[in-house]
């Protein structure tokens, strides 16, 4: 089996156990009835937030692994490292890479472009799958799960969750199940285990 494949594997296997345990921090500060005040959410929010940047260290790490030797035309948005994405160069922007074998410097430019990126919804999932030549198909069975995630996600981060419902009875955060986050989680450790099995 390839060594970086190996490696992306037990990357992926350990990050669900650090979602575990943040969902038993939770478990351990919740007693009696009735909805949990938003410091204690908190930990759940926290663990979307992990969930979330473990689909996309997937991702990146099987991009770094997969694209620099993908078609041209997967290619074509990875700008020149050190370059703009789109942007054009000329032979001086060349010079300080002689000596640099073309796909030393492919490799270069992708691990360049990917730290970066980001993915928030699942077409660019998809995307991702079709430029290391997978079916983007894969990600049907998880679509439901993980593009809810991707979303709460979202706005967990850019709006601190917050409700944007008001009056009597509102928390200032979204209300959210330790359920729900166990469920994306399984989503994304089957997507993940779904995807890596192809390779």
């Not at 789109?86 to 000596?99: I, K, M």
């Amino acid at each position: 089996m390839d060594g970086v494949k190996v490696e992306i594997e037990t990357c992926f296997a350990a990050n669900p156990d650090r979602v575990r345990h943040l969902a038993a921090v939770y478990q351990g500060a919740t007693a009696g009835s009735g909805r949990r005040p938003v410091e204690t959410t908190d930990v759940l929010r926290a663990a979307v937030v992990f969930l979330h940047a473990t689909l996309e260290d997937l991702l990146r790490n099987l991009l770094e692994w997969k694209l620099p030797l993908a078609a041209a035309v997967h290619l074509e948005d990875v700008p020149l490292a050190g370059k703009k994405p789109r942007s054009t160069f000329t032979l001086d922007d060349l010079a300080p890479f002689r000596g640099t074998s073309v796909d030393d410097l492919i490799a270069r430019s992708v691990l360049e472009n990917l730290e970066r990126s980001n993915f928030n919804d699942p077409g660019e999932v998809e995307g991702v799958l079709e430029r290391i030549g997978l079916p983007k198909g894969l990600l049907d069975p998880y679509r439901d799960k993980l593009g809810p995630m991707m979303k709460r996600r979202h706005w967990i981060v850019h709006r601190a969750d917050r409700n944007t419902a008001t009056g009597r009875g509102h928390h200032a955060a979204r209300a959210l199940q330790q359920e729900t986050v166990e469920v994306w989680s399984e989503a994304l450790k089957r997507f993940g285990t779904d995807v890596l099995a192809q390779l």
